[in-house]
């Protein structure tokens, strides 16, 4: 992380000065403020906070190396909980149709809270139920939109 923040730091820091210093072709104004003034002030605080950004990158460049292995781990758990919601997104949407909307999303629900490490079944069950509950009365009674119905047949 602190070699891309370097590089994107002195990018910044290039496209300040830049700015900085085209805006003295702005016309003069006696009037009142100059139509330099505010591209000059924004040109100055993106200088400031790149400055702040290239002292971050060259500290992180030193604990970068440490963190790697962290980061690699939760990446892979990341992605391992994105994969299974994938799925119980994909499985959500094939039984819906047959089983309706009322049935459905309560375990669907329930699983996005457990895969997302809520432990506490009383609060998962409540969730479940009273979320599937405001979302029928909101749609189907309130904005009058149909909803998937058990279909036997």
Known sequence: MGKKEILLSIFFIIISMTIYVLTYQFP????????KVFPQ?????????????LIQGITGVKKESEQKKVKLALNNIFLLKMLTMIILAFFYTRILMIVGFVVATPP?????????????????????????????????????????RFNLF
Request: aromatic share 14%; net charge positive; hydrophobic share 65%.
């Open 28 to 35: 003069k104004q006696t009037v009142a403020l100059s139509p």
């Open 41 to 53: 002030f924004v040109s100055a605080c993106l200088f400031i906070l790149s400055l702040v950004l």
């Open 108 to 148: 669907f629900i329930a699983g996005s809270m457990l895969l997302f490490n809520e432990k506490k079944w009383f609060l998962i069950v409540t969730v479940s139920i009273v979320a599937t509950a405001v979302l029928y009365i909101l749609f189907r009674i309130v904005f009058k939109i149909p909803l998937p």
